[in-house]
């Protein structure tokens, strides 16, 4: 698989007054979906709602199977402001954030015809009609496969990203910090079972939306292919959409406080209250959720609360700097094994 991005930016730090700093960005991303130099990939395109097989490389697709998205455009902004004698820091940021699709995206279409037949076979779950494995010899006309496939003409995962916060120093040694992050994310991956028969009694595979893909007319295929020289319209069942089309939403307010001690000792803590929420399976992620949604015709129900919605989160640290007694004309060796020890916590 070959790739080729580029990442263009440009960023300023502008100190408008002595107690006013401006930073100001802009970045432009652009990359080439993944192609395969040695193997034939093919996907599907959705054309009046009915989808269409292609191969990349032919019938005006590119060889990646999706077009690049060119309007990654990311503006940053940043405020620091002291006012008064300058024992008050208030800070502010906006940006957006683009994230590359996972590569594992354009891995599973290995997975599809005419490279491999993944053939689908049904079974009544009481009275097994499938004996051994049961698989016959491949064929394009009469071998019934799953399908996966991405979206040709999808967006790159974009993250919208801001925060405020206020800090303020207390005495020599302490500093309290208040908070506010929220990120908006869409365009996000999401699978979605778009072939699945709807809930009913009989068989699945008859009841389900599409019966059939033909590949688009003057597609090539290799000439090894079972079944392809006579024919481009191969069975199909169960058919993965992975999709950018998820949102995402998180909140969060903090309040921090640090304090340092002459004695050596320090300490931090920190108490986080947020909320995330979002519409996309975990997909590829070790959370435990679905990867699928619970229905594919109904996306909508998708949305709630997400995996990593942490609402209380709760960190403190102590430091302690081991004072070392030791009368000056002790030798190096032992300044060197009992000096500069300190001892840390964190719950």
């Known amino acids: 698989m070959r790739q080729t ?51 990349g490389g032919q019938n005006g697709y590119p060889e990646g199977l999706a077009f690049a998205d060119k309007n990654n455009v990311a503006p940053r902004l940043g ?16 940006g957006i954030f683009y994230s590359y699709p996972d590569m594992n995206l354009w891995c599973n279409q290995v997975h599809n015809v005419p490279l491999v037949f993944a053939q689908v076979m049904q079974s009544n779950n009481f009275v097994p009609s499938i004996t051994g494995f049961g698989f016959g010899a491949p064929n394009l006309a009469t ?52 072939n699945n028969a709807q809930p009913g009694p009989g ?54 406080a640090k ?16 909320r995330s929420f979002s519409d996309g399976p975990d997909f590829r992620s070790p959370a435990m959720e679905s990867e699928v949604p619970q229905n594919s015709y109904d996306l909508g129900a998708e949305w709630g609360p997400a995996g990593c919605d942490i609402r209380h989160r709760f960190v403190s640290s102590v430091i302690y700097r081991v004072p070392y007694t030791a009368r000056v004309s002790a030798p190096s060796l032992a300044r060197r094994a009992f000096g500069d020890w300190q001892a840390s916590m964190i719950f």
């Not at 405020?79 to 906006?94: D, E, L, N």
């Not at 304090?259 to 947020?274: D, E, I, K, V, W």
């Open 5 to 55: 991005a580029l990442d263009l930016f440009v960023q300023d730090d502008w100190r408008v007054t002595p107690h006013l700093t401006l930073n100001i960005g802009l970045r432009y991303e652009v990359a080439t979906p993944l192609h395969d130099v040695s193997k034939l990939l093919s996907n599907l395109d959705f054309i009046n709602g009915q989808p269409v097989a292609y191969v």
């Open 79 to 94: 405020v620091a402001w002291t006012p008064g004698s300058g024992k008050s820091v208030v800070r502010g940021g906006y």
């Open 143 to 194: 071998t019934r496969v799953g399908f996966t496939t991405l979206d040709p003409h999808a967006r790159t995962p974009q993250i919208q990203q801001a925060s405020l916060s206020l800090e303020r120093q207390l005495g020599g040694n302490t500093m309290v910090q208040v908070g506010y992050i929220g990120a908006w994310g869409r365009n996000f991956d999401r699978a979605v079972l778009v």
């Open 203 to 256: 068989l699945i595979q008859p009841r389900r939306p599409v019966q059939t893909i033909s590949f688009l007319p003057g597609t090539v295929l290799p000439s090894d292919v079972p079944g392809a020289g006579d024919t481009l319209t191969f069975p199909v069942g169960p058919i993965n959409r992975l999709e950018n089309n998820a949102r995402t939403r998180y909140n969060a307010g903090w309040i921090l």
């Open 259 to 274: 304090r340092s001690f002459s004695s050596g000792l320090s300490f931090l803590a920190n108490y986080t209250y947020a």
